[in-house]
């Protein structure tokens, strides 16, 4: 048994772990942080995607081990205080999450990508939806909840997100 200090959604924890899992296994199976999904195992489909110091990784490809120090920001650490955060209420509000598998991971994106580069631009915002599989909106309601989520994310800026 191993363990290593890491931060998880704003908590700083020692976790024990067997030795070559992914970061998805810890979250999941140890953690019971549910909301990042596993899809294809591959990198592929983007479904696990998490913030790990500040950079959208697909938590399926990472192992665990190689996390020592690391802060690590999953769906489950966006809200605070029962409320949503700015980038999930743009996907309620833009009618995007059908069946939400694939939605964490994107906007575990999205959250990475408007927290560097708040004014990113329309084609920056398709490359990150790029990295991700959806199989039942299709991808305009998803750009259409990216600008909204840009819109709110900004006008939330300088207030706690």
Same mark, same amino acid.
């Given at each position: ?7 998880? *959604?704003?908590?700083?924890? =020692? ?6 899992? %992914?970061? #998805?296994?810890? /979250? +999941? @199976? *140890?953690?019971? #942080? ?14 696990? %995607?998490?913030?790990?110091?500040? =950079? ?8 665990? +081990? +190689?996390?020592?120090?690391? &802060?690590? /920001? ?8 029962? =409320? ?8 309620? @509000? ?18 990475? /990508? ?8 329309? &084609? &920056?915002?398709?490359?990150? #939806?790029?990295?991700?599989?959806? +199989?039942?909106?299709?991808? /305009?309601? #998803? ?19």
């Amino acid at each position: 048994m191993q363990s290593i200090t890491v931060t998880i *959604n704003g908590e700083k924890k =020692e976790i024990y772990f067997e030795g070559g899992e %992914t970061l #998805l296994d810890v /979250l +999941r @199976d *140890n953690l019971y #942080l549910t909301g990042t999904k596993y899809g294809c195992g591959q990198g592929a489909c983007g479904a696990c %995607t998490v913030v790990v110091n500040g =950079e959208a990784v697909k938590s399926c490809m990472v192992l665990f +081990r +190689r996390l020592e120090g690391a &802060e690590i /920001l999953t769906i489950e650490g966006l809200s605070k205080n029962g =409320e949503l955060h700015p980038i999930q209420k743009a996907f309620i @509000d833009a009618d995007a999450v059908h069946c939400g598998f694939c939605t964490p991971g994107i906007i575990m994106e999205l959250y990475a /990508l408007f927290t560097k580069n708040p004014d990113a631009s329309e &084609e &920056e915002i398709k490359k990150a #939806l790029n990295k991700h599989l959806c +199989r039942c909106t299709g991808y /305009l309601p #998803l750009i259409e909840a990216a600008k909204i989520a840009q819109k709110y994310y900004k006008e939330s800026i300088g207030k706690e997100v």
